[in-house]
């Protein structure tokens, strides 16, 4: 039962342009969502997160959005950079279950210069 | 403070044999995660301890991978008689209690081949 799905494995974006992630989930019991960014042979880094009761933070670049009834949220990276090709998971946390990240199967993004 | 850190970064190891990982995570982080992270798929959950507690394995795979945190600071990952499909990269994360909004913290992972 996979509850957290990113169903683009990659996206191609222009350098300058929008980059919209999408992360899609099932549990409503979800206190917050999380974006982490990966490079090749390095651990996940956390990029920004939001609260189940918000929807939408902002932090410079990134906007993550979040649509409860959809059970949806989405990344958006403005410009893009060709510094931010990674590849980008999705993850959900539920404080009342053991502080365990959910993670989607992650989308690559590719930023042509 | 350097982050979370993990040994080996690479390992090899025969059918059968047993592997053991270190972690050793952010001083003042008392939760410890490891996860596990197969080629296409996002990281999944395995277990994890608040100071020495475990207080959550029923993820692990199988009986054969074990974990230890004995006093509350670094941990190890233990996988007896590995097999095949366990070649993956391990993960270790580590926070503050309730980590909301900001996550974990994660090492670079020890990717395992087993041959």
């Known amino acids: 039962d996979q509850q957290v799905k990113q169903n683009s494995p990659s996206l191609s974006v222009q350098e300058g342009r929008i980059s919209i992630l999408n992360c899609d989930y099932t549990?409503?019991?979800?206190?917050?969502f999380l974006w982490y960014k990966k490079y090749p042979a390095e651990g996940p880094t956390f990029l920004i997160s939001?609260?189940?009761?918000?929807d939408k933070n902002e932090d410079g670049r990134f906007t993550v959005f979040l649509n409860k009834s959809a059970k949806h949220l989405s990344l958006h990276i403005v410009p893009s950079q060709p510094g931010d090709s990674a590849v980008y998971f999705c993850?959900?946390?539920?404080?009342?279950?053991?502080?365990?990240?959910?993670f989607g199967g992650g989308t690559r993004l590719m930023v042509k210069p | 403070d350097t982050g979370v850190s993990q040994d080996p970064r690479h390992k090899i190891t025969k059918r059968g044999q047993n592997v053991t990982f270190r972690c050793d995570p952010i001083?003042?982080?008392?939760?410890l995660y490891w996860y596990r992270q197969t080629l296409g798929q996002g990281p999944e959950f395995l277990t994890y301890?608040?100071?020495?507690?475990?207080?959550?394995k029923s993820r692990l795979l199988s009986d054969r991978f074990s974990a230890e945190r004995p006093k509350g600071s670094f941990s190890t990952l233990e996988i007896q008689r590995t097999e095949q499909g366990d070649s993956a990269m391990y993960l270790c994360?580590?926070?503050?209690?309730?980590?909301?909004?900001?996550?974990?913290?994660f090492g670079s992972g020890t990717r395992l081949t087993v041959v």
């Open positions: 994360a580590s926070s503050f209690d309730r980590a909301s909004n900001y996550g974990y913290t």
């Open positions: 549990n409503s019991m979800f206190d917050y």
């Open positions: 939001i609260s189940s009761i918000k």
């Open positions: 993850a959900a946390l539920n404080n009342n279950a053991g502080n365990m990240l959910t």
């Open positions: 001083s003042e982080h008392n939760r």
């Open positions: 301890f608040q100071n020495e507690a475990q207080l959550e």
